[in-house]
């Protein structure tokens, strides 16, 4: 699987995260162990696929070649939605019945913890179908498995639902079962931009809108789809995460997500140290920790010491000072500073664009002295720089330093 990886939004994640974590789960197959919010979340996803899967009306997918494949119905040809003539979700006795049929007991941490989340799971399903049946939405898909290559990453994930939006467009809906949810999130969500990038990549219709739907309070985050200035550092971070798994590049990246990591005994972060070897190991690292800190000392008297000698030499106006067994000499380092915010437009209006390469102070004062140049934009270009000094001592030999 490592070879050309087909990385989900999880697996991108969790790449990002701790790469040999990664290892573990996608390449090695390891099982996690069950936990009751994940538990509670499938089963939550599971019923409204059932809930919604009636209303669904399909609409063509592109193929390969980019033809669209026939669709089994529009919804131009279909009932309208909402008006009372289209088709209905199953009643809120199938639907609870059906909760009670998925339930699964796995990975809660006891029987009151499972029975506050069975019962939560009632109440936001029973209030989100009586929403449902007042409002119906106009799905095309529920849980849908999309696949596409995005620039050379094959990438895929499921979509929770793909509505029909009244304008004709599309609207990527994901289901949070969270505690807390907030705008913020749908607009910054990288899962929803991974999900815009596979509908775009399967659909001809235009995505619209990114929601979030808050399943606790039925509040739906809606966010505009992301452009070019979001998609293509996410397509950056991906395709370096690609490359690192292509390189089998699994080192272990510990953090507060070791917390919740279920492979901390196999993990070489967590590994238990040999008995015989506990005593000279924690000497070394006493040892280590006391030199840091002496180190730390020896710096904050060098710099005051240094600055010292520096007040003394500029009050009496010299550059060499010799001590009993070195020569203290005084050197200065001249760095000079553009702001580049000032420096491009002005050398764009004046000579049009890609005369600035770069966007270090160098790449500037190369430009500074191009004679191609008009000379009048060469004295604006360094009116905008700072010129900044820097002191430093250097130690010379007293002997090597001669009369
Ligand atoms: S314990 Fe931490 S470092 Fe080790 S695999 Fe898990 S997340 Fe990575």
């Given at each position: 699987m490592a070879a050309g990886a087909t990385l989900s939004y999880s697996s991108y994640r969790t790449y990002l995260e701790c790469p040999l974590r990664w290892k573990y789960l996608y390449l090695e197959r390891r099982p996690e162990l069950p936990r009751g919010y994940f538990t509670f979340g499938r089963v939550v996803h599971s019923v409204l696929e059932e809930l919604l899967r009636p209303l669904v009306v399909p609409l063509a997918r592109k193929r390969d070649g980019g033809e669209a494949q026939t669709t089994l119905h529009r919804w131009s040809d279909a009932p309208e939605a909402g008006v009372g003539a289209?088709?209905?979700?199953?009643?809120?006795?199938?639907?609870?019945?059906?909760?009670?049929?998925?339930?699964?007991?796995?990975?809660?941490?006891?029987?009151?913890?499972?029975?506050?989340?069975r019962s939560l799971g009632r109440d936001l399903l029973t209030r989100y179908r009586a929403r449902l049946a007042r409002d119906p939405p106009r799905p095309v898909a529920v849980e849908e498995h999309l696949e596409t290559r995005w620039d050379g990453i094959p990438v895929h994930g499921y979509i929770d639902r793909l509505d029909r939006t009244p304008a004709g467009g599309l609207e990527i809906v994901d289901y949070k079962t969270s505690r807390e949810?907030?705008?913020?999130?749908?607009?910054?969500?990288?899962?929803?931009?991974?999900?815009?990038?596979l509908v775009e990549g399967n659909y001809r219709e235009p995505v619209e809108r990114l929601t979030l739907l808050?399943?606790?309070?039925?509040?739906?985050?809606?966010?505009?789809?992301?452009?070019?200035?979001?998609?293509?550092?996410l397509h950056?971070?991906?395709g370096e995460v690609?490359?690192?798994?292509?390189?089998?590049?699994?080192?272990p990246t510990p953090g507060r997500h070791c917390a919740r990591c279920d492979f901390r005994e196999i993990c070489p972060e967590f590994r238990e140290i040999p008995a015989a070897d506990g005593p000279r190991l924690a000497s070394l690292v006493d040892r280590f920790g006391a030199l840091r800190d002496e180190e730390r000392r020896?710096?904050?008297e060098l710099a005051r010491t240094a600055a010292e000698l520096h007040q003394a030499a500029e009050q009496l106006g010299l550059h060499r000072v010799p001590g009993s067994h070195a020569v203290a000499v005084r050197r200065k380092e001249v760095s000079w500073q553009y702001p580049l915010e000032?420096?491009?437009?002005?050398?764009?209006?004046?000579?049009?664009?890609?005369?600035l390469t770069?966007?270090?102070?160098?790449?500037?004062?190369?430009?500074?002295?191009?004679?191609?140049?008009?000379?009048?934009?060469?004295?604006?270009?360094?009116?905008?720089?700072s010129r900044r000094l820097r002191w430093y001592w250097e130690l010379e030999d007293r002997d090597a330093s001669g009369p």
């Open positions: 289209g088709p209905a979700p199953i009643s809120e006795e199938a639907m609870l019945a059906l909760y009670d049929r998925a339930w699964n007991s796995e990975g809660y941490t006891s029987p009151e913890e499972e029975e506050r989340y949810l907030s705008l913020e999130e749908a607009v910054s969500s990288d899962q929803l931009s991974l999900y815009q990038v808050h399943l606790r309070s039925l509040t739906p985050h809606q966010a505009r789809p992301r452009g070019p200035r979001v998609l293509e550092p950056q971070r991906m690609a490359d690192g798994i292509r390189e089998q590049a699994f080192e020896l710096e904050g000032a420096v491009r437009p002005l050398v764009e209006r004046a000579a049009g664009p890609g005369r770069g966007e270090s102070a160098d790449d500037v004062r190369r430009l500074l002295r191009d004679p191609s140049l008009a000379p009048e934009l060469r004295r604006k270009i360094a009116e905008t720089g």
